[in-house]
Nanobody
């Protein structure tokens, strides 16, 4: 059984940075297309970023483009989300997800496994 464990969240001031990590166990992470999603209180879970199996192709939500960077280290079975220039509107629970599809879309239904989530709070 595949398990995803998200870590790295916390409280940071606007303009600050955080790096989230997602550790994959149960099967090598290179078997999956990986993504990050977030959910703020009262909102639907939304797509943030995704990366292909080899780490050669990435895509981002417009709201984070130029500020966030997704990467992966398949030797360590870990996926990262570097978040810079954080804004209060980035406050949410962030979850990593793994997809078995060759190239999933940005919808949460395209992803099969989920981490438990890590809280990111950005103060103004």
């Amino acid at each position: 059984q595949v398990q995803l464990v998200d870590t790295g969240g916390g409280l940071v001031q606007a303009g600050g940075s955080l790096r989230l990590s997602c550790a994959v166990s149960g099967r090598t992470s290179s078997a999956y297309y990986m993504g990050w999603f977030r959910q703020a209180p009262g909102n639907e879970r939304e797509f943030v970023a995704a990366i292909d199996r080899r780490g050669r192709s990435t895509n981002y939500a417009d709201s984070v483009k130029g500020r966030f960077t997704i990467s992966r280290d398949n030797a360590r079975n870990t996926v990262y989300l570097q978040m810079n220039s954080l804004k209060p509107e980035d406050t949410a629970v962030y979850s990593c997800a793994a997809s078995m599809l060759v190239r999933p879309g940005n919808g949460k239904s395209d992803y099969n496994y989920w981490g438990q989530g890590t809280q990111v709070t950005v103060s103004s």
